[in-house]
């Protein structure tokens, strides 16, 4: 009695799809930067507080030392309300600057990736080349791997899928071996 056939247990090959869509799904857990949306809503929160609170100071010192006419009284309110005010004022504009950085870096990493998953989307349509005189086209298939890798996959494998720096791989002509989850040579 094959495995297949016993009742309550899959097949081997459901076994391994299942298999590699829990290391897909593992693989794009890798790559994600939650800690990104934290740290830019921590130095927004920051410098939306430290600049109102050095405005207040830069007040609450004129408002003290507009109160009376000798200058010895107003050193007190120009060094704790003045100079403290204007540090903070300052502290948070360079909070507020390093906020504008990471949402600037961030567009700019999510661009660059939509920006080259549309390049490989054109890449895949170019690799479509008309046979002569065959009204159907043929897919040439390309293979990728890593630089010190020792498998080459599918250019859509889980694990080589989001990287840049894949390399093209020809089967016949490489001592790498075929990757086990999207097996390249098996579905061509």
Request: aromatic fraction near 6%; glycine fraction near 10%; hydrophobic fraction near 45%.
């Amino acid at each position: 009695m094959t495995a297949a056939s016993i009742p309550g247990q899959a097949s081997a090959p459901d076994q391994v799809s299942g298999r590699a869509a829990r290391l897909a799904e593992g693989m794009r857990g890798l790559r994600t930067h939650a800690n990104t949306h934290n740290l830019e809503r921590a130095l927004l929160v920051v410098g939306g507080i430290l600049m109102p609170l050095g405005v207040l100071f830069i007040i609450l010192g004129w408002v003290g030392a507009s109160r009376t006419p000798l200058p010895f009284e107003q050193n007190d309110y120009l060094i704790s309300g003045g100079i403290l005010g204007l540090a903070l004022v300052v502290a948070g504009g360079f909070v507020y600057f390093a906020y504008w950085q990471t949402v600037r870096i961030r567009e700019s990493r999510q661009q660059a990736a939509e920006l080259n998953a549309a390049l490989h989307r054109i890449e895949a349509m170019l690799e479509y080349v008309g046979a002569s005189g065959d009204a159907a086209p043929t897919r040439r298939v390309t293979f990728v791997a890593t630089p010190t890798g020792s498998m080459f996959h599918r250019p859509e494998c889980p694990t080589v899928t989001g990287r840049s720096d894949v390399v093209s791989v020809d089967p016949s002509n490489t001592s790498l071996r075929a990757c086990r989850i999207c097996d390249p040579l098996g579905q061509a």
